[in-house]
């Protein structure tokens, strides 16, 4: 009977295992191959070279830069993104008349593609017809180079990408804030606790596994970044915007080094790996399960 049932089991489970092994297990298994060989124009194994091009990306500058450009984007992304996503929940979680609507609103740049986003702020970004610069022209200040200019490119699109993100982590807080029980709330206005000190010391700490889980996630996009900077700036102006997703791309599809593109896909799954597993194993210990 057992038996019988396991075997139903992995009936069950088995279009979702096709699915993973086509999409998943194969490229990474074909990745690592890939790796430690060089290639030529059209993929095919020209010579083995075993470790020789993860040697060669220690040695290489353009690594090293990718890699610095993406931790700052990291950093002006997760928490910016948090922050705004826990200040439009917190602002939103009553139920005053017209509160949906706002709801709504702030929900809506989960809809848009990364293209369709990329565009929009490519033209809100124009440095002549975009908004931004005809707003700093009202107030007296100069136009700026937002997507051309080395010193703002990446802080452009790090504005850009928080926006982007801004629908799903204001979803995803929202809900955890709705998930707190309302005596929660009532206990604590009976106690004369104002709205500040209930958050801070009674809401936040209950919302930590939410936090939690879309630090995990929004650190993982950030590594994982590329449609947004394919259009808007193609990793310039100097490699002020080459993120490592974008130098993978460069790498084996510009300039059809697919060994070495593979190597730095798997060493940007063991930076991922490495730092979800840090961040399980330091920032969970924070975290508050009722």
């Known amino acids: 009977m057992k038996r019988k049932e396991n075997v139903i089991g992995y009936l069950f489970l088995a279009p979702s295992l096709l699915l993973f092994g086509i999409f998943l297990f194969y490229p990474l298994v074909q990745s690592l191959y890939l790796s430690l060989h060089l290639t030529d124009p059209r993929g095919r194994i020209a010579a083995f070279v075993g470790l020789e091009n993860f040697v060669n990306l220690l ?7 990718s890699l610095r ?27 005053l008349r017209y509160m949906r609507v706002f709801q709504f609103i702030f929900s809506l740049p ?39 200019d080395p010193s703002m490119a990446l802080f452009s699109i790090a504005i850009m990408t928080v926006w982007m993100h801004s629908g ?11 998930g707190i029980p309302e005596e929660i709330y009532d206990s604590a ?21 939410t936090v939690f889980f879309l630090v995990i996630v929004s650190i993982i996009q950030a590594f994982q970044a590329f449609g947004q900077i394919h259009i808007l700036t193609k990793g310039g102006p100097a490699g ?13 599809f510009v ?15 063991a930076i991922i790996l490495i730092l979800t597993v840090i961040q399980f194993t330091v920032l969970e210990r924070k975290v508050h399960y009722q």
């Open 110 to 148: 989960l809809a848009l593609s990364v293209s369709t986003t990329a565009i929009i702020w490519m033209m809100l970004y124009h440095p002549t017809l975009g908004m931004f610069n005809y707003l700093l022209s009202i107030v007296g200040l100069p136009a700026v180079q937002w997507l051309t």
């Open 168 to 178: 799903f982590n204001y979803i995803v807080l929202l809900s955890g804030l709705q």
């Open 255 to 269: 300039n059809y080094q697919f060994g070495t593109g593979s190597a730095m896909a798997l060493v940007l799954f």
């Open 189 to 209: 206005r009976i106690d004369g606790s104002g709205p500040v000190r209930t958050f801070v010391q009674i809401i936040f700490p209950l919302l930590t596994p």
């Open 240 to 252: 002020s915007t080459d993120v490592f997703v974008y130098s993978i791309y460069k790498e084996a």
């Open 69 to 95: 450009v993406t931790g700052l984007f990291t950093l002006l992304t997760v928490p910016a993104g948090i922050v705004l996503g826990l200040v439009l929940a917190a602002l939103t979680h009553t139920r």
């Open 59 to 65: 040695t290489s500058q353009v690594f090293w830069n």
